[in-house]
């Protein structure tokens, strides 16, 4: 019980997705690279990035509530992470992938979602460029710090695909301090 009273107001003992680094770090930025690993993902269509990730979490919160066909609690972990596919315009409709990482103990035989809007996916080892920032994330501040992230990888001249883009948020909605976001953009070529 205390796990899970930690994990829901505080964060703790969250499985996170296996990736290393170089051991020197630009300043304001991460570069990682994440290991293949097995996520539970929904995709949605939609204008509204924050719309789209409350919905898709949602679906996932009850795959791992046991809306599985092994009726199988499976832990939560971090980050939840949502993939931006970009549409064409600012008014035109973009697709949205949320994910929760699939835990150590279930990553051989996940369970196998019972609701067809969730899948399970295979992602391959990929290299992301990671900005990190604090406080309650909108779409606003997560539009700004990819800005801001695009910025510094041109200013080091490092070459990045423009899109896909994801967010990634690491906190539940009961941390009210210390909370941590992402946002990525990939390696050029690496298309995850």
Sequence with gaps: MFKAVGQAFFSYGLQYPKFTGPEL????YEVRTYQAAKWV???????SLDESKGVGFRRL???IQGNNYQKVKVEMTAPV?????????PACESHFTVSFFIP????????QPSDPDVFLENRDEFTAYVRSYGGFSNETLERDELLKLKE???RDGVHFAERPYYVAGYDSP??????RNEVWLLKQNEQS
Excluded: I, M, W
């Design 81 to 89: 992470t949502c993939r931006v596919d970009p549409g064409a315009g």
């Design 152 to 154: 510094s990888l041109r």
């Design 104 to 111: 150590e103990e279930h990553r051989d035989a996940p369970p």
């Design 61 to 63: 919160f009850n795959y």
């Design 174 to 179: 009961f941390k009210l301090v210390n909370r």
């Design 41 to 47: 993902s929904t995709t949605l269509s939609g204008t």
């Design 25 to 28: 770090q630009p300043k304001d």
